[in-house]
């Protein structure tokens, strides 16, 4: 039985309360990407967060946050209708963080899942946060060289329909992992990855795919559970792959890797827009074994685009391409009713320019020490990170 409105809301604890504000604006989209911080002559990690945070004047500080390690800073847009429009501010908002750094900070910045060359020993931990100090909850996972990650967020009306849409893309996560992977390189070589964020980011708890819940009232019972024992400090310490924010009214799907490009931000955007309502607003999703979704999950991780995924015991597997086409042929009803058809359609044109194969490119051409400026470019809007 669905639950109603005055059902989903009574004796549910503060956190859970859903935003209200969701139903009168389903659907609309948003974006949060973390940036590294860089010095604009080495182009090395700069752990001047505080600093930055000091200099920012709004509107542009209202968009802004700083992350727990001191030379990541996250970058946020408002909730759009229409993906253009996200895409549009993003630009505006990426240019005039680039304009401050480098004129009055001498800082630059760039976006990927991780820097190629960091080391651990370089990463300063924000002064503000706690839980990242040696002795904290995360011990010295809170040294480690950071990752970065896109986070985007669906506006949808109710928390019954956001589990729906949250168990639906459970078997959506791997692909959008694959197309998004942008961080083959750890502390100066190529690891074999496409996203080496997501085995990293794999130490840190609370972290991957969550079970499918069916119902609201399952999804809070649990992460209640969590954190009235301790587990996790509040429900910001769920960082599951995809996860609801009540305060938001949002489903938020963080599976993927911070995008060099604003294009490629705009594209995972439009898959993730078109997936949450297509999921919300079709019928409950089929229970799919979380043994099989974590090995497509590590096979999108290491081959990218180019991985196999296993289909279950009675299908043989199938390539990422092929999944990512029926993936954009179902999502274009959707499309069509939201106005991110060419962003949809742009999907394949970033299955076949991949940013870890942009990176892999240049460090074969340049070396490894070329690409940093390559992803600085990137982020700028130039040329420079194009394939030969």
Known sequence: MREGP???????????????????????????????????????????????????????????????????????????????????????????????????????????????????????????????????????????????????????????????????????????????????????ADSGFASFRTPVLAMFPCVGIPRRFGSYGAYVRLVDAMVRSGAVADPGWLWWDVRLRPRLGTVEVRVMDAQSRVADVATLAALVQCLVRSHAEGPPARAVPAELLAANRFLASRDGISAWFAAGTDMPRRPAADALGEMIEGCLPAAVAMGCTEELAAAAALADDTGYARQRLMAARDGVGAVPAALVGAYRGTRRYAAA
Do not use: K, Y
Not at 59 to 67: F, N, R, Y
Not at 149 to 168: F, M, S, Y
């Open 6 to 188: 005055e059902r989903r809301r009574r004796g549910l604890p503060p956190w859970a309360q859903w935003n209200t504000a969701a139903a009168s604006a389903p659907w609309t989209v948003g974006v949060e990407e973390q940036l590294m911080l860089l010095d604009a002559r080495t182009l090395s990690l700069a752990s001047r967060t505080e600093e930055v945070g000091s200099a920012l004047l709004a509107p542009l500080a209202a968009m802004t946050t700083a992350d727990g390690n001191a030379c990541v800073i996250e970058l946020r847009t408002g909730a759009h209708v229409g993906v253009p429009a996200l895409a549009a501010e993003l630009t505006r908002l990426r240019a005039a963080l680039d304009h401050l750094l480098r004129d009055g900070l001498g800082l630059c910045t760039a976006a990927a899942g991780t820097h190629p060359l960091a080391l651990g020993s370089e990463v300063a931990v924000a002064a503000d946060v706690r839980h990242r100090r040696p002795g904290g909850p995360l011990r010295a996972l809170g040294g480690l060289a950071p990752t970065m990650t896109l986070h985007v967020h669906v506006a949808v009306p109710g928390g019954q329909l956001a589990v729906r849409a949250l168990d639906g893309l459970r078997s959506d996560l791997p692909l959008l992992l694959s197309l998004s992977a942008n961080s083959p390189f750890w502390h100066g």
